[in-house]
């Protein structure tokens, strides 16, 4: 399927900005800046493949409903395609063709060998029994028996998903091939092949990125005062672990909105309590409630989005009051909002950059699982901050060099590589 004949209906996203469009836009100003031929553009506009899968499920009150799948290959010039799978109502194709395509330059900045790819099912996870979605995994995956595998393209959790889905999908495609094959996915169990440090890697690699960039400015981590939306596997792990790092958290909140306080909040007490409390934020004890639109507006040295893409538009942003903006989600801030932070003097550190460190640690899995050895968590979380720091650096340095922002300095990096992969392969046939 093309596009291009997708129908108008799934240009909606939450904000009503298209995320596949947003894409294409960075990938246009990348393009500009390195002077790529419009060819190249061209290829690399599109995805090679975008796969779209009915998945019919037996509910357990014995009534049958069909959900709607999708799995985009971006681009595997440079390697498998690589990239998670997100349980959301909001997924459409077009917007896993954006997270498609933003894999490909993640993974290509940070020098790892893969391509980009991202899959989705338009569901929310929490109406389903967990035998519901195991039966939607397994049917999803077996859908793309053909279109998945370790040297293929490697799905790892994302928004609604986690090691549980990943478990599922690697049991369906290993009894579907007839042998274990713990490579097709990556965000494993450690059980089954997982590795150390996977789970909070994302968040790792965002306290890695906000350290850097503090320092850079010629301020410390220890102090400063952050904010963060989103409480999941990135917004929980980068709260915990800025925490730990002397960062005072001020402000956390999830879907159903969030919860504040001027001295700072206790981190592991939270997630206990969190987790106590039926995953409910409200009411922790000497916190005060805030929505995400008052949370988005806090005073504070870091805002860390960590939830899902086009939160920070045009409407919000002048109400931004941090002077960092760390994207640890794919797509929070829109290309019309980028524009005016920058033009404010915020510093912004983007997604490809700021929430690599999760597929960094994916393709350490990988690399493990094929060598058949297991690292200790230690040596796991050195590699992923070793290339996470390089790449910083890379990013800094083009930026000054080229006089231009951290996104278009990281697009360029990551664009540029995969252009010139493309062009030293050439055009089949
Ligand atoms: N999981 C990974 O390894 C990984 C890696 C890189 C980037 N990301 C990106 O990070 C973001 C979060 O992913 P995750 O894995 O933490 O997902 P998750 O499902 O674990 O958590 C998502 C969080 O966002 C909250 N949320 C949802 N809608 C919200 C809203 N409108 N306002 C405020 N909060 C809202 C949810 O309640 C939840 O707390 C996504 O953009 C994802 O693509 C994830
Ligand atoms: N979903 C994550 C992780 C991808 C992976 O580990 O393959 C991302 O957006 O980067």
Redesign the pocket.
């Known amino acids: 399927m093309v596009l291009s004949s997708l129908p108008s209906l799934e240009t909606a996203s939450p904000a009503h900005i298209c995320p596949f469009d947003q894409a294409c836009s960075y990938l246009e100003a990348a393009a500009k800046e390195l002077h790529l031929n419009q060819g190249v553009i061209e290829i690399l506009s599109h995805p090679r493949k975008a796969i779209t899968v009915s998945i019919p499920v037996k509910l357990d009150n014995g009534e049958v409903q069909v959900l709607v799948g999708h799995r985009v290959q971006h681009s595997d010039i440079l390697g498998p395609y690589k990239g998670?799978t997100?349980y959301h109502p909001s997924v459409t194709l077009r917007e896993v063709s954006a997270?498609a395509m933003l894999m490909t330059w993640k993974c290509a900045l940070l020098g790892i060998p893969y391509g980009g790819g991202k899959g989705g099912i338009a569901i929310d996870p929490t109406h389903y029994s967990v035998g519901e979605l195991e039966r939607i995994t397994r049917r999803y995956t077996s859908e793309l028996i053909k279109d998945i595998g370790p040297e293929v393209d490697i799905p790892?959790?994302?928004?609604?998903t986690s090691a549980r889905e990943m478990a599922w999908m690697m049991d369906t495609y290993s009894m579907n091939v007839g042998h274990a094959v713990p490579g097709v996915v990556t965000?494993k169990p450690l059980s089954i092949g997982g590795s150390r440090g996977r789970e909070m890697?994302?968040g790792r690699g965002v306290m890695i990125i906000v350290r850097e960039a503090l320092a850079t400015q010629g301020k410390s981590v220890k102090g400063a005062q952050v904010v963060i939306?989103?409480?999941?596997?990135?917004?929980g792990a980068a709260a915990l672990l800025l925490q730990e790092a002397g960062a005072k958290i001020l402000a956390v909140?999830?879907?159903h909105g969030g919860i504040f306080s001027p001295a700072g909040l206790d981190i592991p007490a939270l997630k206990a309590y969190y987790a106590q409390n039926r995953r409910s934020l409200a009411g922790f004890p000497g916190s005060l409630p805030v929505t995400?639109a008052q949370l988005l507006a806090l005073p504070c040295d870091v805002l860390i989005p960590?939830?899902?893409?086009n939160?920070i538009t045009e409407e919000n942003c002048d109400r931004v009051q941090a002077e960092m903006v760390v994207e640890?989600?794919?797509g929070p801030v829109t290309l019309a909002a980028d524009l005016a932070l920058e033009a404010r003097g915020v510093t912004i550190l983007p997604d490809i950059l700021a929430?690599a460190g999760?597929?960094v640690v994916s393709y350490l899995e990988w690399v493990q699982g094929l060598s058949y050895l297991f690292w200790d968590e230690e040596r796991v979380n050195r590699e992923m901050e070793q290339l996470m720091v390089n790449a910083y650096q890379k990013v800094v340095q083009q930026s000054k060099q080229r006089q231009i922002t951290l996104r278009l300095a990281a697009y360029t990096i990551g664009v540029g590589r995969v252009a010139q992969a493309l062009t030293d392969r050439g055009l089949y046939p």
């Not at 790892?156 to 609604?160: N, R, S, T």
């Not at 939306?229 to 917004?235: C, E, H, K, L, S």
């Not at 960590?306 to 893409?309: D, F, G, M, P, S």
């Open positions: 998670g997100r997270l790892a959790p994302d928004v609604g965000g890697a994302t939306q989103g409480f999941g596997n990135v917004g909140s999830d879907a995400n960590a939830a899902l893409e939160q640890a989600a794919n929430n999760g597929v």
